[in-house]
């Protein structure tokens, strides 16, 4: 039950923490998608609520910061992107990806996995903006993407990954010229709990 004292992006956290449950394997096949995203759709940004949060770097892309970890079921995260930067190609582990936007704009390029082992140019399936309160979801079933603040301000974005593979077990980058993949076996976090992390 939520305390007096939690704003709106607190009973969020709490919320998604529910959904995933105790007990809830971590089998992505096991996960609500719809419950989660509808819990993302309802939450209104407010600028201070996560603000405690979303700490930046201008010397990095984008810096990856731990909200929670829904019960060792996901990675909660508030991802800060610098202007006129962005994420490579990647996949997501076989993990379910919810993202909502919670300031500015952000473009995701989607692509289709490379074919094979030829070297050739990635093709993009689709492109689209997303704006201050958007929802979307991605999975490797729905092929790969980027992500990439093109504003002049920083954008904030909310993320939510579970099974948190990607945390344990690292990710894919694809180069865009070619396609060759490369395992990235660390996504480290910027800051946890609000707190800075240091390597």
């Known amino acids: 039950m939520p305390s007096a004292t939690m704003n709106a ?17 971590l089998d992505s096949a096991d996960v609500d998608v719809e419950d989660l995203t509808h819990l993302m759709e309802r939450y209104v940004s407010k600028h201070e609520e996560w603000a405690p949060y979303a700490l930046s770097d201008q010397k990095m892309n984008y810096t990856r910061n731990l909200v929670d970890e829904g ?18 190609i990647h996949d997501h582990g076989n993990a379910h990806c919810l993202m909502k936007i919670l300031h500015g704009n952000l473009t995701e390029t989607r692509y289709d996995f490379p074919d094979g082992d030829v070297e050739k ?8 903006v997303y704006e201050e309160n958007a929802v979307a979801y991605m999975a490797d079933e729905l092929g790969l993407h980027r992500m990439c603040n ?8 909310l993320h939510l990954y579970t099974p948190p593979n990607v945390a344990r077990q690292g990710c894919n980058i694809f180069n865009p010229k070619t396609g060759k993949k490369t395992h990235i076996a660390k996504c480290g976090n910027y800051s946890e709990y609000g707190q800075r992390v240091r390597h």
């Open 9 to 25: 992006f607190d009973v969020l956290v709490d919320d998604i923490r529910e959904v995933l449950g105790p007990s809830s394997g």
């Open 71 to 88: 019960n060792g079921k996901a990675n909660l995260l508030v991802l800060v992107w610098t202007p006129g930067k962005g994420s490579p």
């Open 121 to 128: 140019p990635m093709q993009i399936k689709s492109e689209r």
């Open 150 to 157: 093109s504003g002049s301000d920083y954008a904030v974005s």
